[in-house]
């Protein structure tokens, strides 16, 4: 069993950075594929960063490339999303999510994920 807790969603302009936490307790973090999904009003959830439990695999939805970072920190049991060059259309609600699995498993379906956080907003005025 897995708690997640995200943090660190703000009200921001566009161009700003952000850098969301998302917290897991119990045991075995490492041993958790993460990810990060979006859901803005009247849309639906959204994939946007994934991480293998080993940490060397990521994947992007291609509207964030090259401007978030997916990390995770497993002596601390966090994972974060680093948010650079924020545009208004990265307003939403902000999740993360967790799935046992083997190291190197990529996760990409919200479908997949067993454990989920309950979302922090990220606001991006134009």
């Known amino acids: 069993q897995v708690q997640l807790v995200e943090s660190g969603g703000g009200l921001v302009q566009t161009g700003d950075s952000l850098r969301l936490s998302c917290a897991a307790s119990?045991?075995?973090?490492?041993?958790?594929?993460m990810g990060w999904f979006r859901q803005a009003p009247g849309k639906e959830r959204e994939f946007v960063a994934g991480?293998?439990?080993?940490?060397?695999?990521?994947d992007y939805v291609d509207s964030v490339k090259g401007r978030f970072t997916i990390s995770r920190n497993n002596a601390k049991n966090t994972m974060y999303l680093q948010m650079n060059s924020l545009k208004f259309e990265d307003t939403a609600v902000y999740y993360c999510?967790?799935?046992?699995?083997?190291?190197?498993?990529?996760?990409?379906?919200?479908?997949?994920?067993?454990?989920w956080g309950q979302g922090t907003q990220v606001t991006v005025s134009s």
């Open positions: 991480l293998s439990a080993g940490g060397s695999s990521t």
């Open positions: 119990g045991r075995r973090f490492g041993s958790y594929a």
């Open positions: 999510a967790a799935k046992f699995t083997g190291p190197f498993q990529m996760v990409i379906s919200a479908d997949d994920y067993d454990y």
